[in-house]
Structure formats: structure tokens, C-alpha cells
């Protein structure tokens, strides 16, 4: 337990659906970040929010939207996905540069 | 060629054995960090350095910033050790992942 909490754990969904995902942290950390683990692949990086403010998009197609309301919470909003969007998607949160993780939402796009 | 590669991709021990996995990269950097990653998914930060030297309990992590190098070591191993180790690089306005070294240490 790290105290990044995501939700769902598990996700299917066709390729018309919307769905989000959702990341949780009370550990008073100011950053937050989304990842994405394909199989076989390197981790990449998503997003960054720096107290709230969203500081690093890495050429992330528009189908992802994240959303940070407040700093303790972190969504990513899902529509239109392609197949090849299934992968693991983890959450981190940090405050002085060592980032905890969440358990990740395992995505799946039928 | 990916700027961040770790040697070896996959790694068997006998319990108690010392374990090295090696990190270089090709970009310049503000911090590194060795994480670690269970089957199912999870992952858990082990370090982060920018310099030197750190050890906690019976994992050491070191840095050399010239030659753009840092080893994870892991001293009389075991078998709860078995996991992916992932070295990852933070840029200036990014972070570079290595593909992982996956470990299996046998009782």
C-alpha cells in the first residue's frame, strides 16, 4: 500500500465508449502523473500536474483528457479509444521528487 | 536505440546470490530513479539519486553522472526479490524509462 489509490482496477470497454479513470492520493504530495505500460513496452509518460496545473503532455492523443479538480485527485477521461489503447495505466503522486505509485487500472478497448 | 538501457533484460539467481543490473543512458539528466515492479502490476519507487550513493536495507543504488552509468545491487537475495526493475531517467520537462530487468531468484 503506497496510498495512491486507482480506480476501477480492471476496465473493458468498446471503442464508443466514455469512461474515466480515477487516481487518489491524501499524502499532502503536489504532483501528479499519469503512465502507460503497453505490453512488451517501456513505461511512458502521459501527464504531469504540478498543483494542479497541468505541466507535461507527451504528445498524447486527444481521446486521453486529464483533469485535476484538486490536488489530492486525478482523472483521465477515456472516449473513442482504438484497441491498441489497451495497457496498464498507473497513477503516481510526489512531493519532493520520490513518486508513489498506484496499483493501475488495466485497461482493455474491445 | 533507446535512450535508456539496462543490461541484463533477464536475470536468474540462487537465493543468497548478489545481484547486479546496470543502467546507461545518452541524454542528460536531472535525477534517477530504480523502481520495481511486481506481477500484477504494481509498482514501488526504490530510489532516487542524482549523485553518489544510497542503500536502503539490503539494496544499493549508485550513480556516476560522467559517464551517464548507475548499478542497482542486491545483497544475499531472496526470493520475495523476484520483479521487474526499471530504470528511469528525468529530463528536464520528461522522464525516459529503460524496458526492465526481470529478476527471478530461486529458494
Known amino acids: 500500500e503506497t496510498g495512491v489509490t486507482q480506480t476501477p482496477r480492471h476496465l473493458v470497454m468498446g471503442m464508443t465508449n466514455k469512461k474515466s479513470l480515477k487516481c487518489e492520493q491524501h499524502?499532502?504530495?503536489?504532483?501528479m502523473y499519469w503512465y502507460k505500460q503497453s505490453a512488451k513496452k517501456p513505461l511512458e509518460l502521459m501527464f504531469v500536474?504540478?498543483?494542479?496545473?497541468?505541466?507535461e503532455n507527451n504528445s498524447v492523443p486527444s481521446r486521453f483528457s486529464p483533469e485535476c479538480p484538486n490536488s489530492s485527485h486525478l482523472f483521465l477521461h477515456l472516449h473513442t479509444l482504438q484497441p491498441e489503447d489497451s495497457a496498464l495505466y498507473l497513477c503516481?503522486?510526489?512531493?519532493?521528487?520520490?513518486?508513489?505509485f498506484g496499483p493501475g487500472t488495466r485497461l482493455t478497448v474491445l | 536505440k533507446n535512450e535508456v538501457e539496462q543490461s541484463p533484460q533477464n536475470l536468474t539467481a540462487q537465493e543468497g546470490e548478489f545481484i547486479t543490473i546496470n543502467c546507461s543512458y545518452s541524454?542528460?539528466?536531472?535525477?534517477l530513479h530504480w523502481l520495481q515492479q511486481h506481477p500484477g502490476g504494481g509498482i514501488v519507487s526504490l530510489f532516487m539519486?542524482?549523485?553518489g550513493k544510497k542503500k536502503h536495507g539490503r539494496l544499493i543504488a549508485t550513480i556516476n553522472i560522467q559517464e551517464k552509468h548507475s548499478s542497482l545491487h542486491i545483497t544475499a537475495s531472496h526470493p520475495r526479490d523476484s520483479a521487474v526493475y526499471i530504470c528511469?531517467?528525468?529530463?528536464?520537462?520528461?522522464?525516459?524509462f529503460g524496458a526492465g530487468t526481470r529478476l527471478t531468484v530461486k529458494p
Open positions: 503516481a503522486s510526489s512531493l519532493r521528487g520520490t513518486q508513489y
Open positions: 499524502l499532502g504530495h503536489n504532483a
Open positions: 500536474y504540478n498543483f494542479k496545473e497541468q505541466t
Open positions: 541524454v542528460g539528466i536531472s535525477a
Open positions: 539519486l542524482s549523485s
Open positions: 528511469a531517467v528525468r529530463l528536464s520537462d520528461d522522464m525516459r
